[in-house]
Every structure is written in C-alpha cells, then in structure tokens.
C-alpha cells in the first residue's frame, strides 16, 4: 500500500462538480493516491506537524465537503488535517468488482489510510452522517488508535423520516426519475442549506455517475434493513473522548436518539446546536469553533 503523490490543479466536489482551488489553504494540499485491496483512493494532507485529524465524508460526499474546516483549522489550530474520498465517492476508484462496497471495505479503507498518515501515533477523527457511523466503528475497532473523536449529525437508528426518504428514493431510481433526487433531498434534509447549495446539490445530480447512483442505491437499503447501529458498531467499545455534533432542526435525526447514542460511550458528551438542521457548519459556521475547542482542549 505504498503511497503515490498526485497533485492535480482542480478537484472533484461530492457528486463530480469541478472546483478551482480558492485559497492557499487549499493550493497548499499534498495530494496522493493509495491502493487498497480493489480501491484506489485519493487522499490530501494539509500540515506538516501537529496532531493528525481524519476528516470522514457522508455518503455520496467527497473531500470537497471539508474544505470550510480544513480552511479553519489551518488558521486556528496547529493539527495536520487529512482529507479522504472513500470507495463510491469524488476522484476515488473502483478498479474491480461491483460498485457496491461493503461496509468492510470501507473499514479497510480507513485503517489503510489512518496506518499510512499515523502509523505510530494516535489521531482526531471527525465524521458526518454515515461518515460518523464510520468514524465509530474505527474507533470501537481500534481504540488504541484514536484520542478524539468528533461525530455529526449522529444517530443509532433510521427515523420515520428517513425511511420515508429512502424508499422514494429508491422508487426513483426505479422509475429513472434521477432528475427528481435532488428534490427528494433538499425537501427532506436541506431546507436550511442556503440557495446557493441548495443549487449546487440540484447541479451534482446531474452529472453523478452510474456507478456513483447504483452505490448510492445499495446503501438505501443498507440503511433501511439496519434497526440499530449496534449491527455495525459496539459503541461501548469506544475509548477516545467523544463529543455527538447534532442540529437541533434535523428532521432525520432525533433528539432523543442523540441522548441514546451519548449514553453507550463511556467518555462521550453531546451538544444541540439550535436552528441548525442537518447540514451543521455548511448551515452555521459558528459550529466550527464548537468543534474546534473539542479538538484542541488538552
């Protein structure tokens, strides 16, 4: 799994919108490549010393998505900042086999990359949606490997909202009604996103790839068939102080599972963000500083 260095001078938002570099935070990313297993995987390094803090997208989201965090933790904090497209998103590719990925590819994919960035030392490791699941289960699996652990919009079980989402979704994708997903989306979960992204996610859909839709088909019903996280993560595994990031407006998360999720980790606090949905700092970018003083407090 030796790593190669690419340094392309544009890169691919979640869904395969190109996008210029806008500042020299961005310019200044060390880009490489890595191979694991059927997957070759992107990932960029922002910071030469300092701490590592492993930033795991959502579904169907790439690196772009981190861009505002990465852009704030290079000005205010000394951490070393990694940034990741996993197997069915951005520039990351699927070089055999299906284009569904289990979940433990996708763990595989994050110990090949988390041993590559800090083979000896312990990382930060900050997640999103499905990113957050993510982000649990590597730190219930190896707990020795991770100090902090930051999880956004997070929660152990589907609501009704989301199960409704997905199987519209899913009817959709059947019907070859793709224009309509971005819709579904927004009126589910984005209300609070601005228009701007509101029409930015309307763009992504379309120009989504195939392989991109069909991986994102697998997951709905991933999704739908899992009745607690428990199935995925043993969250009382989990040994890194943790803090659950969640939107007080979250139609897909609710509060009372955000309680739930805090009480099965053992060293684990949570805050709720007022007006805030599901999008987090995208809708409010005062919710960087409340990640960032998790992250950097001794």
Not at 73 to 79: M, P, S, V
Not at 126 to 148: M, R, T
Not at 173 to 189: M, P, S, T
Not at 205 to 226: P, W
């Amino acid at each position: 799994m030796t790593p190669s260095e690419n340094v392309p001078a544009k890169t691919v938002s979640p869904l395969g919108i190109v996008v210029e570099p806008s500042s020299q935070h961005l310019k200044s990313l060390r880009k490489y490549r890595l191979e694991v297993g059927r997957f070759t995987v992107p990932y960029a390094v922002a910071g030469r010393e300092g701490p590592v803090l492993l930033a795991i997208n959502g579904l169907q989201q790439s690196m772009v998505s981190w861009f505002a965090v990465l852009k704030y933790f290079t000005r205010h904090t000394n951490l070393r900042m990694v940034l990741l497209d996993l197997p069915g998103q951005g520039r990351a590719q699927i070089d055999s086999g299906p284009p569904e990925v289990s979940f433990e590819e996708h763990m595989a994919v994050l110990r090949a990359v988390a041993t590559q960035v800090a083979p000896d030392d312990q990382i930060r490791l900050i997640g999103g949606s499905w990113g957050g699941v993510l982000s649990a289960a590597y730190a219930a699996s190896f707990p020795e490997h991770v100090s902090k652990l930051v999880l956004g919009s997070f929660r152990t079980k589907p609501n009704a909202t989301l199960l409704r989402i997905l199987t519209k979704g899913q009817q959709l994708f059947e019907a070859n009604r793709l224009d309509e997903v971005a819709a579904l989306l927004i009126e589910g979960f984005g209300e609070n996103l601005s228009e701007s992204k509101k029409t930015q996610m309307r763009q992504q859909f379309t120009v989504i790839s195939m392989d991109h839709l069909r991986h994102l088909y697998a997951q709905t019903f991933a999704f739908q068939a899992c009745k607690d996280i428990s199935e995925y993560v043993d969250l009382h595994a989990i040994r890194a102080e943790t803090l659950i990031v969640n939107g007080a407006n979250d139609p897909i998360v609710d509060l009372q599972d955000t309680r739930e999720a805090a009480s099965r980790i053992p060293n684990c606090r949570y805050r709720i963000i007022p007006d805030v949905g599901h999008f987090l700092h995208t809708e409010k970018p005062d919710v960087l500083d409340v990640y960032r003083e998790f992250l950097t407090e001794p």
